[in-house]
């Protein structure tokens, strides 16, 4: 089973701070969805180190976790990149159940 201690000291970091009260109601103010729940198992996160031409597929997450039955509610995507600039690609696309952008 994964936890905050298998993403380091700076991701447990960022798992506390995403799972705290205040960024879990700030969410809410956000997107009016309301009584979020962190992902204490972090069952519906992950993380990945992407090369240059690396890239995902077009796919959907589980909106169900495995172990609590809790529905996803919604999902924040951290991207984490130094000096990024425009013209090297990668913008994140979000398309509909059709797979149309």
């Given at each position: 089973?994964?936890s905050?201690?298998?993403?380091?000291?700076?991701?447990?970091?960022?798992?506390?701070m995403?799972?705290?009260?205040?960024f879990?109601?700030?969410l809410?103010?956000?997107?009016g969805?309301?009584?979020?729940?962190?992902?204490?198992?972090?069952?519906?996160?992950g993380?990945?180190?992407?090369?240059?031409?690396?890239?995902f597929k077009?796919?959907a997450?589980?909106?169900?976790a495995?172990?609590?039955?809790?529905?996803?509610?919604?999902?924040?995507?951290v991207f984490?990149?130094?000096?990024?600039?425009?013209?090297?690609n990668g913008?994140l696309e979000?398309?509909?159940?059709t797979a149309?952008?």
């Amino acid at each position: 089973m994964r936890s905050a201690m298998d993403v380091g000291g700076a991701g447990g970091e960022m798992v506390a701070m995403m799972h705290s009260a205040a960024f879990l109601y700030l969410l809410s103010e956000i997107t009016g969805v309301w009584q979020l729940l962190p992902d204490p198992y972090l069952q519906g996160a992950g993380h990945a180190m992407m090369k240059r031409g690396d890239y995902f597929k077009v796919h959907a997450d589980r909106n169900v976790a495995y172990d609590t039955g809790l529905t996803r509610r919604l999902a924040v995507i951290v991207f984490l990149n130094e000096d990024w600039r425009p013209e090297y690609n990668g913008q994140l696309e979000l398309w509909n159940p059709t797979a149309e952008r």
